[in-house]
């Protein structure tokens, strides 16, 4: 099912999330969470996106979907990059920052120059069948190149920010009017909005 996007300026996009509790989930909650991250994955390709997080589809929780792959042409590293992330910690950054534009479902039609970290190690869980039952795997590992550029993005999203929060305030200042018509739902993009 494809769901609404969040524009800027809604407050959902503000608010930092909270873990989703995974331990004492049945299999029926569990199959609601998998279902839940097969429509974010549906609704981010209608709208040619490479990445999800839920607050954009107006819900505060800590779940996130990301597929890299419409990217390996030009970032081989993103190849076969596609995963549903529950509860995503970030553990540390490393390596050299490193600029590259980024765009948002959210804000449709901004693309601005973000500096982020070249690795990220993370901390998350998924969900796996096994046996014929769902259960949520916990797992650890170093993101890097545009797997990490994508993450910090969509992480970002779990933390109640946007990537424009990132730029200057200049840059910011010469998109106050494109901001403004996000938030006044007088942008149409060529994918479902929640007004």
């Known amino acids: 099912m494809i769901l609404p996007i969040v524009g800027y300026g809604h407050s959902v996009l503000r608010i930092a999330t909270k873990d989703i509790d ?3 989930l ?6 609601e969470l998998k279902t839940l991250t097969e429509d974010m994955f549906e609704t981010m390709y209608k709208a040619n996106g490479v990445g999800l997080a839920a607050p954009q589809i107006n819900k505060s929780i800590s779940l996130m979907v990301i597929d890299a792959d419409p990217l390996k042409e030009e970032y081989p590293e993103g190849e ?3 995963i549903a992330i529950i509860n995503p910690h970030v553990i540390e950054t490393s390596g050299e920052n490193w600029s590259f534009e980024e765009g948002c479902l959210s804000l449709p039609g901004i693309h601005e120059n973000v500096s982020r970290p070249e690795k990220v190690k993370i901390q998350y869980q998924i969900i796996e069948e096994k046996d014929g039952k769902l259960q949520i795997v916990d ?5 890097s190149g545009i797997r990490a550029r994508v993450f910090q993005h969509e992480y970002d999203h779990l933390q ?3 990537f424009v929060d990132r730029i200057s305030n200049l840059r910011k200042a010469f998109l106050k009017k494109k901001l403004s018509d996000i938030s006044n739902n007088k942008v149409r993009p060529d994918y479902k909005m929640l007004k």
Request: proline share 0%; hydrophobic share 20%; net charge negative.
């Open 22 to 24: 995974t331990k004492n």
């Open 26 to 31: 049945n299999q029926e909650e569990l199959q």
């Open 80 to 82: 076969g990059f596609k």
């Open 139 to 143: 797992c650890e590992e170093e993101l």
């Open 160 to 162: 109640g920010k946007v």
